[in-house]
């Protein structure tokens, strides 16, 4: 017996035929030691599917004005121990992702964004093979110290950045202004989002 081993080259479904004449020893055959004949029997084809590489580009926005970019994002798919870092440009989308082959085409699986100072926004995607576009739409805004909920803690150190903080600018201005107060205040104790 043999095993034989193919390298896929294109995704999809292919299949794999036997040349085979009985009794000829010219193409697929195999020889008895008794009679010294081929015994084998038409073999049956093949048909197999390949498995296709799966990766992901990401989508987030920020709640006000026209940079999206962020630095370290934490991307990660619930219930899987998967996670990667991602960067954004300024509108707001990543760089190719290339996922592992344990995300398998067809299945639906949950992916979480987290944002240090937002909340984990998920979403749930059918994956296709080739490039899947997540779109988390826009981040709630509002959890300055990433305990997965936005309340008097954020507050208060929103409070101790006023004028100077960075991760509080949601409005990319600068500074800490009103404007980033009422964009925590309109997701007072809203938590991280888990479907
Ligand atoms: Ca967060
Ligand atoms: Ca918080
Ligand atoms: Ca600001």
Redesign the pocket.
Same mark, same amino acid.
């Given at each position: 017996m043999a095993t034989v081993v193919f390298r896929p080259l294109v995704s999809g479904n292919s299949s794999l035929s036997f040349k085979y004449t009985a009794g000829a020893t010219d193409d697929s055959n195999a020889i008895s030691l008794a009679t010294i004949q081929d015994i084998l029997q038409q073999p049956q084809s093949l048909t197999f599917s390949v498995a296709g590489n799966i990766s992901i580009r990401i989508s987030v926005r920020r709640p006000i004005g026209s940079n999206h970019a962020f630095t370290g994002l934490r991307l990660l798919a619930p219930n899987t121990s998967w996670t990667q870092t991602v960067n954004t440009t300024n509108t707001g989308d990543s760089i190719e992702i290339q996922l592992p082959d344990t995300f398998i085409i067809g299945n639906s699986r949950q992916f979480s964004v =987290?944002?240090?100072?937002?909340?984990?926004k998920t979403i749930s995607k059918t994956l296709a093979d080739g490039l899947n576009v997540l779109s988390f739409g826009t981040l709630s805004a509002g =959890?300055l110290n =990433?305990d997965?909920i936005v309340n008097n803690i954020d507050l208060s150190q929103m409070y101790e950045d006023w004028y100077v903080g960075q991760i509080a600018d949601y409005n990319t201005n600068g500074l800490v202004d009103t404007q980033d107060h009422g964009l925590l205040i309109n997701n007072f104790l809203k938590e991280?989002e888990v479907l």
């Open positions: =987290d944002a240090t100072g937002y909340l984990r =959890d =990433d997965g991280n």
